[in-house]
């Protein structure tokens, strides 16, 4: 007998009145405003304005729950179109099923748009956001642990979690892969931030670090887990996208970092502009109150009167100045 686990929540849903606060939900929305702010304070770091990320996360947010939504729909599709199921369910996502490589995938058109809109690059974007999406993900796993899915094999170690009797699953003790997931995420995060500041990392490579690192973990994790799932040549769906994805991923790196070595200079235009803007106002300031106080400069004024006289007294004429 197990003596030390995880245990589960009773249930994934609080009643606030007439308000049902969903956990799945909220982990998502928590993990979205990680994101946001923590890409925006390395947006500015890296001398762009502040709310840019917000304005290009309007666009990808929405985007990327529809790309996610979508790839779990049609890679689980069996769940919503198979005999027995209520398509109506695939629209449900507040009960979990969130593809993440649907999400991504989708989620980069939207910020693309949203990029094209303020002339920023996009590979700058998504490097500043790269760790932040990793943290969100962190956060949005514990969504699965309110709804008591994606746990993975049987277990006795003493971080097993604790599953209870309900539909479509067995009581018991599992590996807890949305655990897993969430501190490799949290490893994902600081192994961008780290090699970002180490080895000054431009062009997307940030991103695309993330991806192949998430990738990585995905690939053993995902092999653990025990729902229901598509297999090619043995291997769960998901194993072989995080192989293809991890592979595209390192690819880019190498090909980036030999034809666009570096760092972009400028990430956002606006903002140097904006920069340019407000030295010259402080240069001038100085200036015209330099002029103003040299016009007006009382001692200049008192003196003037005693030269003239004093001149006069001597039979000088004084001179005028010179205007030429």
């Known amino acids: 007998?197990?003596?030390?686990?995880?245990?589960?929540?009773?249930?994934?849903?609080?009643?606030?009145?007439?308000?049902?606060?969903?956990?799945?939900?909220?982990?998502?929305?928590?993990?979205?405003?990680?994101?946001?702010?923590?890409?925006?304070?390395?947006?500015?770091?890296?001398?762009?304005?502040?709310?840019?990320?917000?304005?290009?996360?309007?666009?990808?947010?929405?985007?990327?729950?529809?790309?996610?939504?979508?790839?779990?729909v049609i890679t689980d599709y069996q769940l919503y179109f198979s005999d027995g199921e209520n398509w109506v369910d695939a629209f449900k996502i507040w009960e979990g099923g969130l593809g993440i490589w649907g999400a991504i995938a989708l989620g980069a058109?939207?910020?693309?748009?949203?990029?094209?809109?303020?002339?920023?690059?996009l590979p700058a974007w998504a490097d500043a956001l790269a760790p932040g999406i990793a943290l969100a993900q962190a956060i949005g796993r514990w969504g699965n642990w309110f709804n008591q899915e994606l746990y993975g094999k049987p277990t006795d170690v003493p971080w097993a979690l604790k599953i209870s009797e309900g539909a479509n699953r067995v009581e018991g003790t599992y590996h807890p892969t949305f655990l897993y997931e969430s501190l490799w995420c949290v490893g994902v995060a600081l192994l961008v931030v780290w090699a970002d500041r180490r080895f000054k990392l431009g062009h997307g490579r940030a991103f695309a670090l993330y991806v192949a690192a998430y990738c990585a973990g995905r690939a053993w994790i995902e092999y653990l887990r025990v729902d229901e799932a598509h297999h090619v040549l043995g291997l769960r769906l998901n194993v072989w996208t995080a192989i293809i994805v991890f592979a595209l991923a390192v690819t880019y790196i190498v090909i980036s970092a030999r034809t666009r070595p570096g760092r972009?200079?400028?990430?956002?235009?606006?903002?140097?502009?904006?920069?340019?803007?407000?030295?010259?106002?402080?240069?001038?300031?100085?200036?015209?109150?330099?002029?103003?106080?040299?016009?007006?400069?009382?001692?200049?004024?008192?003196?003037?009167?005693?030269?003239?006289?004093?001149?006069?007294e001597a039979g000088e004429t004084p001179q005028k100045a010179d205007r030429s």
């Open 264 to 312: 972009e200079e400028i990430v956002e235009p606006a903002a140097v502009d904006l920069t340019k803007d407000g030295e010259k106002a402080a240069d001038a300031s100085p200036a015209a109150d330099a002029s103003s106080d040299a016009g007006s400069s009382p001692d200049a004024d008192a003196d003037a009167p005693e030269s003239q006289a004093t001149e006069s």
């Open 109 to 121: 058109v939207g910020a693309w748009i949203g990029c094209r809109r303020r002339g920023i690059p």
């Open 1 to 72: 007998m197990n003596l030390a686990f995880i245990p589960s929540p009773s249930t994934g849903v609080i009643e606030l009145g007439p308000i049902p606060l969903r956990g799945y939900a909220f982990c998502i929305i928590i993990g979205v405003f990680v994101a946001v702010w923590f890409g925006n304070k390395r947006w500015i770091a890296r001398g762009g304005k502040a709310g840019t990320v917000a304005d290009i996360a309007v666009w990808a947010v929405p985007f990327g729950l529809v790309g996610g939504r979508l790839y779990h």
